[in-house]
């Protein structure tokens, strides 16, 4: 006979599953007389437990298990017979007071995957960024590693961009103090903004010694909010102003950066390579962010409540293990899934979208496109060799550049379909950096 399937709603289904209780019975005594060659009680040497005493003291916990067990099997029976992509994991209930007192009933309720339906891919529109690296490109980058090893000397003109201070302050709201508005030895350097306006404005022209009172009106939505909003009056001592002092571009720079020869023309072709490697990663970015933009907009699906769940569950475990890392105790590090519905749901659409795109036409990663991204990733490295045979030693490691040449697949496969436009793009404004420093 088969098993009638209910349809609750677009995506929820339902089923009652019978089973016989002999069939638990039989099972369960099979398991309790296995149980008892091993089980040790005290008094007793193992394998000379009565058979009642293993039944009375495992007993009910081996028949829950059998129950289960039987339980998954029909269950999955019944979905292989009538070829359900079941998503997430089904909600099994009892039936109380069976009509027929020889078997065991359940009702069964699930989701399934949603059809997905795509429409005219070539109605899509897609801008693709040209870019080419310029020798100003390669300048900036230069002049971004002469800051990473910028040393700084004492000086005794005011202070201007660029200089380094080390600094005294305290402010008083309303005459009282307030948390985080004082500071001994606090290190700043002037235009990286990373004060408010009115204090940089105030650090700018002190020279070691000097000292300045100032007013500076929080924002309103300022993060602190004991402070959001209100004016402070700040006292502001320079104690130390130093001069940055950055690296001349020559031999003993270029070996600072791995090019044993020391010619600056080859330190200028790496950082160009590694331009490239950073270009055709960006450009592919803006594309699959198209890509996946203009699916999501164009295939209506309904979604699973369950796979939401789940994903909202793990965003939030991981949400919670961050702030555990940083320091956060108690209430303070767990976040409730709630948080993460709206997110976790656009993930599960665009996995099922992107899963069925994938499934239709055959656009699975391969084991070449695999090797072939993670060789290119590597050469940055000192020694590529080395870090793609880190990866194939553990194939789980393999899992972020699947994923890459899955989305370059789908990217490919919907871009030679879709209308796509090239729009010439400066490098800078590709990754989102100012053209000049």
């Known amino acids: 006979m088969s098993t009638v399937i209910e349809q609750v709603s677009n995506l929820e289904r339902r089923f009652t599953l019978a089973i016989p209780v002999d069939r638990i019975d039989a099972e369960t005594e099979t398991r309790i007389k296995r149980l008892a060659r091993t089980v040790k009680m005290p008094g007793f040497r193992p394998g000379k437990v009565p058979m009642k005493m293993v039944a009375s003291t495992y007993g009910p916990q081996v028949r829950s298990e059998v129950l289960s067990d039987e339980v998954n099997k029909s269950f999955g029976e019944v979905v292989d017979t009538n070829r359900l992509r079941v998503a997430g994991y089904p909600r099994i209930e009892s039936l109380p007071n069976p009509a027929d007192k020889s078997k065991f009933e359940f009702v069964a309720t699930f989701e399934v995957f949603p059809e997905v339906a795509f429409g005219d891919l070539s109605g899509m529109v897609v801008e693709r960024p040209v870019v080419e690296i310029t020798e100003a490109d390669v300048d900036r980058t230069i002049e971004t590693l002469r800051k990473q090893r910028v040393r700084y000397e004492a000086k005794t003109d005011p202070s201007a961009d660029g200089d380094r201070l ?198 699975q990663a391969t084991p070449e496109q695999v090797r072939a991204l993670l060789a290119e990733q590597a050469q940055s490295y000192e020694k590529p060799e080395q870090v793609v045979a880190w990866y194939y030693q553990d194939t789980k490691r393999l899992g972020e550049f699947e994923a890459i040449a899955l989305e370059q697949n789908v990217v490919d496969f919907v871009t030679k379909t879709a209308k796509v436009t090239d729009k010439p793009t400066a490098f800078s404004d590709l990754i989102g950096q100012p053209s000049a420093q």
Request: net charge negative; aromatic share 8%; hydrophobic share 45%.
């Open 166 to 363: 080390i600094v005294d302050f305290k402010g008083v709201i309303d005459g009282v103090e307030f948390q985080g508005g004082s500071a001994s030895d606090f290190t700043m350097v002037l235009g990286e903004r990373r004060m408010l306006p009115e204090f940089e404005a105030a650090a700018h022209g002190l020279k070691k010694g000097d000292s300045k009172t100032f007013d500076l009106a929080f924002p309103a939505d300022y993060f602190g909010k004991d402070v959001a909003g209100k004016t402070a009056n700040f006292t502001l001592t320079a104690k130390d102003v130093a001069a940055a002092v950055l690296p001349v571009v020559d031999a003993e720079f270029a070996k600072a950066f791995g090019v044993a020869s020391g010619e600056v023309a080859e330190l200028r072709a790496e950082v160009k390579g590694n331009l490239e490697l950073e270009r055709k990663r960006r450009v592919f970015q803006a594309l699959r962010d198209q890509v996946f933009k203009a699916l999501r907009n164009q295939v209506v699906i309904d979604i699973p409540r369950a796979l939401v769940a789940a994903e909202a569950e793990r965003m939030a475990q991981s949400a919670s293990q961050e702030l555990q890392s940083r320091g956060s105790k108690g209430e303070a590090a767990q976040v409730s899934p709630s948080t993460f519905e709206p997110a976790a749901t656009e993930r599960v659409a665009m996995g099922l979208i992107v899963g069925e795109l994938v499934r239709a036409n055959a656009l």
